[in-house]
């Protein structure tokens, strides 16, 4: 984690100092500030041509007394015109640049002899035939404009601030805006892919393990990308999709779904209804909150602009959402003190700064420059990666679970498959472990044998001494026959009652006789005293049976076998074995 923090820094440090470069004191090359020389004029209706501008020719203003009309900027987009009389000496083509934010524009040049040439801004252009590098619109001024006649820009923006332009050389442009935005664009392909990587991965793992935390997390990545997209103009230069939608909606529509998402992936993550009531209501009311300023400023940006709230309300209101969102994590890690939480919080620590920068910077609260942008993309990235890492904490914590469960549920299988009196295995655990040994044999043709075993007049024995010590004879006997069954994958259990019985997978008959002659002698060795026995002491009778599994047999055959042997151990006197015959039912 160490490595990811130093390489983040390092990228931050390369960043900045290119985007320092980039932005030098009095960015206007060779052509003076452009806004005492501008003069603009409102256009109520949105419906004037050039004519109608230029008849309202002394209703002008300056430009530096532009504020904002303070109307719903949703319904009621402001046209601005702008006139412009420069006057430059510089033999270089020159470019007027506007913002994305700007929902169309035009540019009209009118030469000294009358003449008038017109080109519009149709939203970013694709990359391949933008003619200089600009993450908003631009288009070059026609030949001649900076010399003589006049030049309108008519713009159609939803925020005034953002209808203000820029007239740019050439020169200009290459030393300075192309490589601060290829810096721009690195970032975003940096980041963009990260978070697509991230995405498409973590929605292969919630498919594979059927987590939702993981889908949660795919569906946050790639809302990211796509927020990512619609930002940096790229969304508007590989698809029509400016034609659809205005520009900032669209930003604010995939905004909010990433943050819709980041909710629902933290409220997974850390069980924040259960974990923390309180502060999954404030994660609830604050997110709430960021819904409300981005319908605001989607609604009325001029209103907020003219009461200077602008700049203010979106950073304060993501801000205060990702604060809350790093409270979360803080309160998980103070609590349970987990990797998983103290990986969120760093995770949420650089999100706040990023998210906080691109937001200061979308709305002019800082100098939107190619920094803001590398700084918020690095540190969406980070915040990508470190929430990436505790979700593999939580990977961990669920397989270590998983693993929890499983043991407490075979301990749990195990005390129910055990006998508590002998604690041999059950009769259940038997015929579980029979089925599976019957196919196995089957299917390999080999012999499989089953010794069953009976205390000889145990009932009277019962009667005699009483329950409690029977109990114990039944113990001991248990332990006699148990130690004559060498192979670990040989089995012993209690049958029921006075039965016991072992099941000898690959034996022969005669290897089973062998098993439970043993078994006979080892109980009688015991000497248990046994007044109402004819042989004083507690014995066994013992049935054995073994054969080769065969299709269309069913498993009880072969115990069937071995208790009819056991029966006539019995009527032949007891303390003995008999060997059963193949003649079972199927």
């Not at 392909?189 to 978070?195: C, K, Q, S």
């Not at 997110?287 to 003219?306: E, G, M, R």
């Not at 080892?522 to 000497?527: D, F, K, L, P």
Request: aromatic share 10%; hydrophobic share 50%.
């Amino acid at each position: 984690m160490l490595r990811i923090a130093l390489l983040f820094v390092l990228l931050l440090v390369m960043s900045t100092g290119s985007a320092s470069a980039a932005f030098p004191a009095g960015n206007v090359v060779g052509f003076g500030d452009v806004w005492p020389q501008t003069e603009y004029l409102r256009d109520p209706g949105g419906s004037w041509t050039l004519d109608d501008a230029r008849r309202r020719g002394d209703q002008f203003q300056p430009a530096s007394t532009l504020a904002p009309a303070g109307g719903l900027g949703l319904f009621d987009p402001s046209t601005i015109w702008f006139r412009l009389t420069p006057r430059a000496v510089e033999n270089e083509p020159w470019y007027v640049e506007l913002s994305a934010h700007v929902s169309r524009a035009d540019l009209f040049y009118v030469t000294p002899s009358g003449q008038i040439q017109h080109a519009r801004f149709e939203g970013p252009l694709p990359f391949a035939i933008e003619p200089v590098a600009s993450s908003g619109l631009v288009v070059r001024l026609p030949q001649g404009a900076l010399r003589g006649g006049s030049i309108y820009v008519r713009v159609v923006t939803r925020i005034d601030r953002f209808g203000q332009f820029a007239v740019r050389p050439e020169s200009w442009v290459l030393a300075y805006n192309r490589p601060a935005e290829i810096g721009r664009l690195l970032a975003f392909v940096f980041t963009i892919g990260i978070m697509l990587a991230l995405g498409f991965l973590n929605l292969i793992l919630a498919l594979s393990v059927r987590d939702r935390t993981f889908a949660w997390y795919a569906a946050a990545m790639i809302a990211f990308a796509a927020y990512e997209l619609v930002v940096s103009g790229a969304m508007s230069r590989i698809t029509p999709i400016h034609g659809l939608l205005p520009y900032d909606p669209l930003i604010y529509l995939t905004y909010l779904a990433y943050l819709a998402l980041v909710v629902g992936f933290s409220r997974s993550l850390l069980h924040l209804p259960s974990a923390d009531p309180k502060l999954w209501k404030l994660v609830r009311v604050t997110y709430a909150a960021v819904v409300l300023s981005a319908t605001v400023y989607v609604v009325c940006p001029n209103l907020l602009d003219a009461v200077h709230l602008l700049p203010w309300l979106d950073p304060i209101a993501s801000g205060a959402f990702l604060v809350v969102m790093l409270a979360s994590g803080v309160a998980l890690w103070r609590r349970v003190g987990t990797p998983l939480a103290r990986y969120y919080c760093i995770a949420f620590a650089g999100g706040i700064v990023g998210i906080v920068l691109d937001t200061s910077a979308r709305n002019g609260l800082i100098p939107d420059s190619s920094w803001a942008t590398i700084a918020a993309a690095l540190s969406a990235a980070w915040e990508a990666l470190f929430l990436s890492v505790a979700l593999s904490q939580h990977i961990r914590g669920t397989t270590i679970r998983a693993e929890e469960l499983q043991g407490e549920r075979d301990e749990l299988e195990a005390v129910a498959l055990r006998d508590s009196l002998s604690g041999l295995w059950n009769r259940r655990a038997f015929e579980q472990q029979l089925e599976s040994e019957w196919w196995r044999a089957a299917r390999s043709h080999t012999s499989l044998a089953v010794v069953l075993i009976d205390i000889d007049r145990f009932k009277a024995y019962n009667d005699s001494h009483g329950h409690l010590l029977g109990d114990e004879v039944l113990a001991r006997v248990a332990s006699a026959i148990a130690r004559v069954v060498r192979r670990t994958y040989d089995m012993v259990a209690r049958f029921g009652g006075e039965e016991f019985v072992i099941l000898l997978p690959g034996c022969t008959l005669a290897d089973a006789l062998a098993v439970a002659e043993s078994a006979r002698v080892a109980v009688r060795g015991e000497g248990i005293l046994h007044q109402r026995s004819e042989h004083r002491v507690v014995t066994v009778s013992v049935g054995v049976a073994a054969m080769i599994p065969e299709l269309g047999k069913l498993p009880a055959s072969l115990v069937d076998q071995a208790d009819r042997a056991l029966y006539e151990a019995k009527g032949e006197g007891r303390d003995r074995t008999a060997v059963g015959h193949a003649t079972a039912a199927t």
